[in-house]
């Protein structure tokens, strides 16, 4: 256990923000829960961020969006690890307020994929996989996860409607969610008729890319104890790298990263899966979503899809996933979506997830994939005292 | 004071290295670090790099560089901010050993300028201006230095010539430096005759940029103690950001975040300028030097620059900057600038300079700045026992 709590959120709709720059989309989230929090006293700034170097022509984002959010002097930084910045960026905060030497931290995810339209956003996000050996084939993203799930449904006999259940789950908890960029519900029949993305992967396997931005404050743990109501605490939390390069991954169907990434975080908490009554999946593709409930220990190997066919994963489910859409719904905005997950769940946790509400939940894990696992972070929250 | 320490360094040849990948270059700096800390139990690994996205198509390189390292598995993330990449990634290393939650952290810093040339590297390196208001207009890098000289030229009724000392001084310290990009003297005649390149900005005011990677491993003050000989302790650490926009700092001639940060590592350790046997100054230009001296509390305002008239920032002066050639002659990796800078300082510490020693150097400053001044970071180091 830490001894850090998170005393803030806020987040953005997910979606094109053609309007907003990068910046305003940051400060939306920001404001967000720097109100949540009721405070402005910030000393320091991880900004999770993927592309804007890339995409927007801006880099040096710690400065930037401290300037611009009137926390002008904040230690500040981008944290950056492929689609898994905004986990990456918790973690930094976690890390910076249990050292010591910072008092308060904030953890902001922002990405403008819009800013990218047109031109090459496909091949921006390759930069995650590893550029010498994938992206210079012209392997992509999506290329990966399509390798990855033609190989499970060939070891494990099964149909690309069998992961239907995933989508059909997620869009059902977006469709409940006011930010999320598709709040359309998904009739499980029509899944198998999706456009093709990169066979076996079609448009509903995927999740889509958006515009957003989510904050989180967190602060030592007897601070927050005194300055809100509702105070989460963070019980777990663990980073851990494996192989970009799927050709290079001794199983291809074995998240390596994710599973040992969960078992640090859990053992950090003393939990077991068991314990945990919701949990905020890297679902950019189905094929993860399946992959890390069985990295996580939630299914045995092979059987992860077999909790989506159940309805195990709805809300009231044995293990709730995707409550507010997930990557698949609620949108994928790359180096915002860890803080989003971190955000989602703290709302669970606070009992203020509205229509989205997994009742009871005391204990959440959000689990945040970059390079489709070459790197995971997994958080565990517990509700500390309500 | 922390409770870390450094117990290794590696760093590699600073220049063009056209046949060496970035993953490579990181390597090398990691390996000379391993060895020289004489371990391979690596937690966490922090990427200083600024432009791999831009230049090598290349994200994610937490993963990467710690999979290519033989470290696969660690909690390894990049750290940005502008050039001032590498002491942020320093910084993000001495949070994470400070925390507890990490026991050994790797700070490496890499950029593979090569990529990009011919491919837009002057446009890539604006990345770290403010895009919207600055880089859009056509602004460099450059450009800003260029319009803080000529105010200060103008403000103190200064000639270019003035700053030749910055540059005199570094070449001459560049020259007993192996790794040195440029390891020809200067003649303080010939100064004020270099080609323009933002007036009053010329090529010998100005850093040249350079492929390169350092590294540096830190641990647990009472662990260091144990592993090594000559434990390295950091007494201070400090990142402060400012505003990046020259157009919207209060005053264009006084690095705010650059004095706040040395004034907090200062205060952090419990030390004074007078205390400082060196110091590692980000003279990207050489108006950076002068103004980094005054903000640092080295000089008074408008006299940085006599400091190097009157060659007191030599090896035998009153403080010594640039010992191994500084930017301007050691050369400018970007996001590895900052930490070649501390294996710099360990390096006078440890008393192991070569022709570069600064006799009897025992407490050591180095400073990175990201966008001319709009992120700075402040490390202090001390000798611990020897």
Chains 1, 2 share one sequence.
Request: proline share 3%.
């Amino acid at each position: 256990m830490t001894n850090v709590s998170i005393i803030g959120i806020g987040q953005t709709e997910v979606g094109e923000h053609w309007d907003v720059s990068l910046r305003h989309l940051a400060w939306y989230a920001i404001e967000a829960a720097l109100d949540d929090a009721a405070t402005t006293s910030i000393d320091a700034i991880y900004v999770g961020n993927m592309l804007a170097g890339d995409l927007s022509a801006q880099d040096h984002l710690g400065a930037l969006i401290a300037d611009f959010s009137g926390l002008r002097g904040a230690d500040a930084v981008t944290v950056e690890a492929a689609e898994a910045s905004g986990g990456a960026a918790m973690r930094q905060a976690v890390l910076a307020v249990q050292s010591g030497l910072v008092e308060t931290a904030l953890a902001v995810g922002v990405e403008k994929v819009t800013d990218g339209a047109g031109s090459g956003l496909v091949k921006a996000v390759s930069t995650g996989l590893d550029a010498d050996y994938e992206a210079v084939h012209g392997q992509t993203v999506a290329g990966v996860a399509a390798l990855m799930m033609r190989r499970y449904l060939h070891e494990y006999g099964l149909e690309l409607s069998d992961f239907a259940g995933f989508s059909v789950n997620a869009h059902a908890n977006g469709a409940d969610n006011p930010i999320a960029m598709f709040r359309n519900r998904l009739k499980a029949e029509r899944f198998a008729d999706a456009p093709p993305v990169a066979t076996p992967v079609t448009l509903f396997d995927m999740a889509p890319l958006g515009d957003g931005a989510a904050a989180v404050i967190v602060t030592r743990s007897d601070r927050a104890d005194d300055m809100t109501p509702k105070p989460v605490r963070v019980v777990g939390s663990a980073l851990v790298t494996g192989t970009i390069g799927l050709h290079d991954r001794q199983d291809p169907l074995w998240l390596e990263a994710a599973a040992r990434s969960a078992q640090k975080a859990l053992a950090m908490a003393q939990l077991t899966p068991d314990d945990i009554d919701l949990f905020e999946v890297h679902d950019g593709f189905t094929i993860l979503a399946a992959l890390s409930l069985e990295a996580a220990g939630f299914a045995a190997r092979g059987q992860g899809w077999q909790l989506a066919r159940d309805g195990e994963i709805g809300r009231n489910g044995r293990i709730p996933i995707s409550t507010f859409g997930g990557l698949k719904a609620r949108g994928n905005p790359l180096g915002a979506t860890g803080l989003y997950q971190i955000v989602e769940v703290a709302r669970q946790l606070r009992a203020e997830a509205g229509a989205c509400q997994i009742e009871g939940a005391r204990i959440g894990m959000a689990q945040n994939l970059g390079g489709n696992g070459g790197t995971a972070v997994t958080h565990i929250l517990q509700a500390s005292r309500f």
